[in-house]
Structures are given as structure tokens and as C-alpha cells.
């Protein structure tokens, strides 16, 4: 599933080459995708995009009549393709633009949407999130208020978007391991100088990912429109059973919440 690096990785590709340009035209090959794709959105046509944005894994198309808004799901992506390029099977939304590039929507498993939003209003969607973890308003003090009373696990507690937006489970597992804590640890029961070391890890981990990202924009707006997963020295996601990188102990995989986490029983406590 495209995390948050990949999704700011999506916005920083399409970025240039749509803002300032006009929707000629939009074609809807499949609307069935998560959620309806609603007839408002051919109110685009015409219309030059103001600003793109990103909220949590939402990237938000802004323009006088009112806001698109993209979510790429579990297998969506957006690439930059020429006019001329057939539109294959997975293909279900089209944005002709008017410097001759389309915008192109693939998505094979549907999960993704495409929303509308009306001047002055706000998607339900977005309404309950969390603040933005590379943002000011993810500070030293946040989680550990927010943990209070909490007997959750402190990985689903770092994963929900109420909480933060954006910790998804690839970058759960390699915060908590730099923080030196257990993904299983009741969230309450974790003392706010550990949560201090958290946010830092947290933060460290998701800028250095959409950093890496960066180097990738040449290629994924004229190629695939697929980022993947950076190319990290992740130290415990997807290597259950080998050796810990700092200790050599062998790394525990378990499941929470349907999702793998692996931990090191003696660097984290």
C-alpha cells in the first residue's frame, strides 16, 4: 500500500506539470472505484489548477470551482502519460491537460477514489485526521497526551490517523526500533521521554524516506508512475528470523492488527 513518502512522492512528480494548467477533458473509464467517482468532478473541465496539496495520504487538486481530491488506495498510482499512449486494462481515469500531457489514474485492485469537494467545505475524509508528523503541530508532548489512559499497543496507537497521520505500518515498525521500544507495549504505560524519542524517530524515518524520494522524480513521471518503496536500510520491517544489525539477537515477527511486526527483543523494551 503507497505510504505517506510515496504519496508526497506522487504529489512533488505531478506537481509541476499540472499546476497553472487547464482540464481540457476527463475521461472515466470505471467509476466503481472505492468510493463512486461523482459527476461533479466534470466541473474540472476548464478549470486551471490553483495548488496541489497532500493531507495524510490525500492529495488535493484545488482549483476556482472546487477540490479534487486523490486517494491511491492499496494499489493506485498517478503517472504523467502522452495523449497518444493506449489506455491499458487498470487504466480508469484520464486528465487531458492543456500542455498536452494526460494525467493517468491506474489502480488494479479499485481501492483508490477520486472525490469532489465544494468551495468552502471540508471531505468527511479528512475531518478527523490527526496532525501531519513532519509538521509543527507534531510536537514533543503530542503522543504522550494523547496516550493517556491508552491500553493499546503502541504500534496501532502510532498507526492510527486520529492520532498522526501518515505512520503506516513499513515505518511503525522502523520508528519504534529506533525509539529502543515494543511494538506491543500499551501505549499508556510509556513515559513521555520515550515518547519524545519517538516523535524524533518518527520524523526521521518518514523525512528521510520522501528525502530519498526526491531522487526518483525524473524517472516516475516519465516512466511507470510507480515510486514503490524507497530503497532504505530498513533494520527490522520484512526480516523476521535474521539477525538484529545492531545486537546480531534474531528478530521477532508477530501479528497485530493483520499487519507483520518485527522487533528486536533485546534493543527494544
Known sequence: MPELPEVETTLRGISPYLKGQTITRI?????RLRWPV????????????D?????????????????????????????LVDPSAPAMK??????HLSNGRVLRYHDPRRFGALLWVAPGETSEHLSHLGPEPLSDDFDDSHLFQKSRGKSQAVKTFIMDGRVVVGVGNI????????????????????????????????????????????????????GDGKPGYFAQ?????????????????????????????????????
Request: proline share 3%.
Open 171 to 222: 515505518y511503525a515498525n522502523e520508528s519504534l526500533f529506533l525509539a529502543g521500544i515494543r511494538p506491543q507495549t500499551p501505549a499508556g504505560k510509556i513515559s513521555k521521554a520515550r515518547y519524545q524519542r519517538l516523535t524524533q524517530t518518527i520524523r526521521q524515518v518518514l523525512g528521510a524516506a520522501i528525502e530519498q524520494g526526491g531522487t526518483t522524480l525524473r524517472d516516475f513521471v516519465g
Open 90 to 95: 487498470h487504466d480508469h481515469i484520464d486528465w
Open 51 to 79: 495548488s496541489l496539496t497532500r493531507r495524510s495520504k490525500y492529495i488535493l487538486v484545488k482549483t476556482a470551482v472546487g477540490t479534487a481530491i486523490w486517494h491511491l488506495g492499496m494499489s493506485g498510482s498517478l503517472r
Open 38 to 49: 461523482e459527476d461533479e468532478v466534470q466541473k474540472l473541465v476548464g478549470q486551471t489548477v
Open 233 to 269: 536500510q530498513l533494520y527490522v520491517y520484512g526480516r523476521g528470523g535474521e539477525e538484529c544489525k545492531n545486537c546480531a539477537t534474531t528478530l521477532k515477527e508477530i501479528r497485530q492488527g493483520q499487519r507483520a511486526t518485527v522487533y528486536c527483543p533485546k534493543c527494544q523494551r
Open 27 to 31: 475521461d472515466v473509464r470505471q467509476p
